[in-house]
């Protein structure tokens, strides 16, 4: 068996990127940028966020450094400095985790030429001790000084991290702006195409202009410190922290994808700034589909009120109210997404080491481990769950129940997955009554794509599966509309494909589940009823490929036989999609991300 590109994969198997975002190749981040996932989906720097004033000079300043408890003054250990780098970062930013590696090289690397290093942690969150565990634990070649409040943040004008500040010696500003372009929200590049810190510094070093003295900085909006109004109407515990365990805990606590946790006040106003930006945007909760509330069962977006309460919260200086008010802390299972604890747990054989860099920077093939011997009987699951390990460099992962003799290949191969790991989707839970059939003799095979990040580490992802108590009145089925067949020209910026799907029996419908790339823009399902009439089933004009999610009916659909789904998928191949990889380049199906898909995923039983 052949793989679309006529090359013979692995034990027969043609790798699916079925949901994605965070790194490799041209990658997404997820949750750490997603999985560097994606800080409340940060966005980029706006207009007005310009940090340090470029030819200002910055006055001497005084910080300790958590780590050794002395304090860091800049005209004494920058006295000699030819020039200085000032990195203002946060510990649980995806964008500062990512390039806590680039900064460090970037040390070394100008380390004779007399530039000094310096990181400064200006988030409120963060208190000393963390910040210390930190620099200790990743072994930083140059301090880390804990801001006091946001002082320094202020004088530099700095709104957001990672912001790097470069003085030369005499203190003056050259540059502010980002380090590079390799990572941003809903951005991983396997290498940067821009050098704008370095180029800065070359020229400082130099006695040469900065051609570029400014970049917008793309990452975490710092929060400044807050002060409540006494006479709110609002407040976090009697009418923010319901809303945050209803809609954004589920991801962001302890242990889970979101990049921070939101369980306490302190959290809570501590990203307040950042919290504000998205869900004005329309950003969080991640929801892209544009049917009237109530049309699908996991629609996560907040109300009107919920919103509204929210944002006259944060615009009230985050009073905090009375904690008799607050309500029961929500109750998750420690590890888990699912209902319950799993009944079985299955574990990748053995850890995979994933090196800090891919070689030439085409990324790692997928690896299609199986785990363990094949079922001696029928299983059924009820829900599963899959989470990886070390989650900063796993972009998905799919788990497959490979039937006795079976191979997978684009006919097929949505029929036999039974759990997958993307940041931002949920677990796979079926109703009672309902569960989704693995055959007696069928082995269990993980498809994992890994995405280097720099930092090598060991990955063992992990299945939990909820078991049906008995066979179930409905069994759950998975199938696809896809096209394989495509070249998206180089510069179209609205390029169309399709694809559809006929049921030969009467079918109950129950889920949708769009998949494009990068390139992705707009996804829409449609029923083709047998008179020929036509009825949207999903709707998402602005596709992200950040958040891949899966969308439940919330009643599901009943169709009679011969009714056909049409799927069509639209793409942006020009120069205007800041998440284009390669705008001059002809486009065609392939895994990783700097290719397209044009998958439909949907879900059903056959309606009896």
């Known amino acids: ?111 004779d030429d007399g530039v000094v290093f310096v990181a400064v942690n200006s988030q409120l969150t963060d208190s000393a001790d963390e910040v210390a565990r930190a620099a200790k634990d990743l072994k930083l070649p140059f301090p880390l000084l804990k801001d006091d409040g946001t002082k320094l943040a202020d004088k530099l004008a700095v709104s957001r991290v990672l912001t790097v500040v470069v003085l030369d010696a005499t203190r003056t500003v050259r540059y502010a702006g980002r380090i590079d372009d390799q990572f941003a929200p809903g951005v991983h590049r396997d290498k940067a195409t821009t050098r704008e810190l370095a180029a800065a510094l070359d020229a400082v070093l130099e006695g040469r202009e900065v051609k570029k003295p400014f970049t917008a900085a793309a990452g975490c909006k ?47 106003k501590g990203w307040a700034d950042m919290i504000r930006e998205v869900v004005a945007d329309g950003v969080m909760p991640p929801w892209h589909a544009d049917a009237p509330a109530g049309h699908f069962k996991n629609d996560r977006r907040l109300s009107a009120e919920e919103k509204k309460t929210l944002l006259a919260w944060i615009d009230a200086g985050c009073p905090e109210g009375d904690p008799k008010d607050a309500p029961a802390p929500a109750q998750f299972i420690d590890g888990w997404r699912l209902p319950q604890k ?42 599963a769950e899959v989470r990886p390990d070390y989650r900063a460099v796993v972009h998905h992962v799919i788990v497959y ?28 839970v079926y109703p009672e009554g309902m ?54 020209p180089p510069g179209a910026e609205n390029y169309q494909v399709a694809a559809s799907h006929t049921f030969e029996k009467p079918t109950t419908l129950l889920s949708l589940s769009p998949h494009m790339h990068l390139r992705g823009k707009a ?47 639209w793409y942006d191949n020009s120069a205007k999609n800041p998440f284009n990889p390669n705008p001059g380049k002809k486009v065609t199906w392939g895994d990783q991300t700097w290719d397209e898909m044009m998958i439909g995923f949907f879900e059903y039983y056959d309606t009896p």
């Open 342 to 383: 799993p009944d079985l747990v299955l574990k990748m054989n053995q850890p995979f080491d994933v090196p800090a860099t891919s070689l030439l920077g085409m990324g790692i093939p997928y690896q299609h481990i199986t785990v363990g011997a094949p079922l001696k009987e029928d299983m059924w699951v009820q829900a």
């Open 222 to 268: 710092l929060t400044r410190e807050k002060k409540p109004v006494p006479t709110a109407a609002v407040s976090y515990h009697k009418h923010v922290a319901a809303i945050f365990q209803a809609k954004c805990q589920e991801c962001h606590r302890a242990g889970e994808v979101g990049p921070f946790a939101l369980t306490s006040y302190k959290q809570a």
């Open 523 to 569: 996804f829409k399902y449609e029923l083709v009823n047998k008179d020929g009439t036509r009825e949207t089933l999903l709707n998402v004009p602005k596709y992200d490929f950040n958040w891949q999610l899966s969308y439940e009916l919330a009643k599901p659909r009943a169709l009679p036989a011969g009714s056909k789904i049409e799927c069509t998928a």
């Open 401 to 428: 129940m490979v039937p006795p003799g079976g191979k997978l290949d684009h006919n097929n191969f949505a029929r036999y997955m039974i759990g997958t790991y993307v940041p931002g989707d949920q677990p796979l």
């Open 1 to 111: 068996m052949l793989d679309f590109h006529g090359r013979r994969p692995p034990n027969g198997l043609i790798p699916l990127r079925h949901l994605c975002p965070t790194q490799g190749g041209f990658d997404v981040l997820h949750r750490t940028l997603v999985a560097l996932s994606l800080a409340l989906g940060a966005s980029p720097l706006t207009a007005g966020d310009q940090p340090a004033p470029v030819g200002a000079k910055v006055a001497d300043f005084t910080l300790t450094e958590p780590l050794s408890g002395k304090p860091w003054a800049l005209n004494e250990q920058a006295r000699d400095a030819k020039a200085t780098v000032i990195a203002f970062t946060a510990l649980d930013c995806p964008v500062c985790k990512a390039y806590w590696g680039r900064l460090a090289d970037l040390r070394k690397r100008y380390a």
């Open 435 to 488: 569960a989704k059939k693995v055959p007696k003799g069928s082995q269990v095979m993980f498809e994992v794509h890994y995405t280097p990040n720099g930092t090598a580490g060991k990955d063992r992802s992990v299945l939990g599966i909820v078991l049906a108590k008995k066979p179930p009145a409905q069994e759950a089925k998975g199938d696809a509309a896809l096209n394989v067949r495509f070249a998206i």
